[in-house]
């Protein structure tokens, strides 16, 4: 197995040289000897897209960092999927795809210099921009005919500005990642794509509160995951279970299944343990436990909608703590992001029974065990099924709730959705899941701890 030093081919830390060469360089001396490890010593190493190939280890010494140069042109497009539906978008900032047996790790840092990425959709969405203007924009439009009834979550289909994930791994098995930080990532940190056998150990996720759509681990359409000890403080969810979106996710038939989240901090993320609102292919035998969410919006979540399909079950969360959230658990079948204001009263947020299709969420068989939360400002809980399809055989046990009674937020701030009746207490808001059951579960502060509407 080789071993070698990005400095070997050519590489400067200093950074400013561009280094996407020496990497090149270097992956392909490793695999044209069957395997190995690249070690990215203490230093800045500015680089463009890099790709890892199989039977490699990507060691990061400590003091080291990997900044890629925050320039749209460099990310040429690759396959992959993007907020749950197949297309071409731009090159991650690392990929390793068609690969197995691949390991990062180290005391090191990849730094996505998202800050430009974000200015520049933030600069876009204030101009008024609909449709792609710059070249990046117009080749992928090229190559994802369609798009513009493609769903989304509101990240930029409708302009193809579709920034890169940080870390993406993909049509992969065997893969682990531990004990690097990953920072500023342009879009989504860390994203897991049809991976077999994934672990994620250790490592540090961090992005501002404010940075767009900067999801930190996003598990799509995965088999056999463990993450464990892990931190992540983001601008968007924090750890996401995902499986496609609408009828292209349920074509793929891709389920995410197996997933083991433990010992995990969660910070300042819009949800902390989160599944969908992919959700077209299911998922099953979700399990978590030992995690502090504590201080992000919502602390479990799991969120759908009409139109993105798919059989949700086996979900087991327990022992965990959510303290100062806005809603402590938030399970929400009307989702509103990525369907604008001016389409709020269409059909997907009916109170109304709808007809049961292809496109149908479920939700059942969740069980939501010795949890706390202290503080909670909006409400100590929000459960909304369909009314053609409700939530079933859910069970919350031993769980402690307290409310905020002096916070300023609004119970309608439990989640964002579309359609529903507008409340007033922060009561524990239980709508169209009429098999609910609460054994042993306090709730401290609303004059009404639940409120069945």
């Known amino acids: 197995m080789k071993e070698v030093k990005i400095d070997d081919f050519g590489g400067k830390g200093d950074g400013k040289f561009n280094n996407s060469n020496a990497f090149a360089l270097a992956f392909a001396e490793i695999s044209r000897n ?3 490890k690249l070690t990215v010593p203490k230093g800045v190493w500015a680089s463009g897209p890099i790709e890892i190939p199989s039977d490699t280890t990507l060691e990061l010494e400590e003091g080291s960092e990997i900044s890629f140069i925050p320039d749209p042109n460099l990310y040429t497009p690759v396959f992959t999927r993007w907020e749950g539906v197949e297309c071409f978008a731009m090159h991650p900032l690392v990929l390793s795809s068609h690969t197995k047996n691949v390991r990062i790790t ?19 969405k204030e101009r008024g921009q609909s449709a ?3 070249m990046y924009e117009k080749i992928l439009a090229e190559l994802n005919p369609g798009y513009e009834n493609q ?7 409708e302009i193809q500005f579709l920034r890169p994930s940080l870390l993406e791994i993909s049509f992969a098995e065997n893969v682990s990642v531990e004990g690097i930080e990953i920072k500023d990532s342009p ?10 056998n994934l672990t994620l150990r250790g490592i540090k996720i961090d992005n501002p509160y404010t940075a767009p759509n900067t999801d930190g681990i996003d598990v799509d359409s995965c088999e056999n ?11 968007d969810d924090g750890i996401c279970i995902k499986s496609g979106s609408g009828p292209d996710g349920i074509r793929c ?17 819009h949800g902390g343990i989160v599944i969908g609102s992919e959700t077209a292919a299911g998922m099953s035998h979700i399990h978590a436990v030992g995690c502090d969410l504590s201080g992000t919006d919502r602390g479990i979540r799991i969120k759908s909608r009409r139109g993105r399909g798919g059989d949700i079950f086996d979900i087991e969360l327990r022992d965990m703590v959510m303290n100062n959230t806005l809603c402590p658990i938030a399970m929400n079948m009307y989702y509103k992001c990525g369907i604008p204001e001016s389409e709020k009263n269409c059909a997907l947020f009916s109170l109304e029974k709808q007809p049961i299709v292809p496109e149908t969420p479920r939700i059942h068989d969740v069980k939501i065990i010795g949890c706390t939360a202290k503080g909670c400002k909006a409400s100590a809980g929000f459960i909304a099924g369909l009314p053609e399809m409700p939530i079933d055989n859910l069970i919350i046990k031993d769980c402690d709730f307290s409310t905020d009674e002096t916070s300023g937020c609004s119970p309608m701030d439990s989640d964002m959705f579309y359609g529903l009746p507008e409340i007033t207490e922060k009561s524990f808001r239980v709508l169209n899941a009429p098999g609910a059951k609460f054994e042993n579960v306090v709730i401290s502060g609303p004059e009404k701890p639940f409120i069945d509407y």
């Open 34 to 36: 069957g395997g190995g």
């Open 106 to 124: 180290g005391k090191g840092t990849l730094n996505g210099n998202g800050e430009t990425w974000w200015n520049l959709k933030k600069a876009k």
């Open 132 to 134: 792609p203007e710059d």
């Open 151 to 157: 769903p989304g979550g509101g990240g930029g289909r």
């Open 187 to 196: 879009f989504w940190t860390v994203h897991p794509l049809y991976v077999k």
């Open 225 to 235: 995951v463990v993450i464990e000890d892990c931190f992540v403080s983001v601008g």
């Open 253 to 269: 038939a891709k389920p995410t299944v197996n997933v083991e989240i433990r010992n995990c901090t969660v910070r300042n993320a």
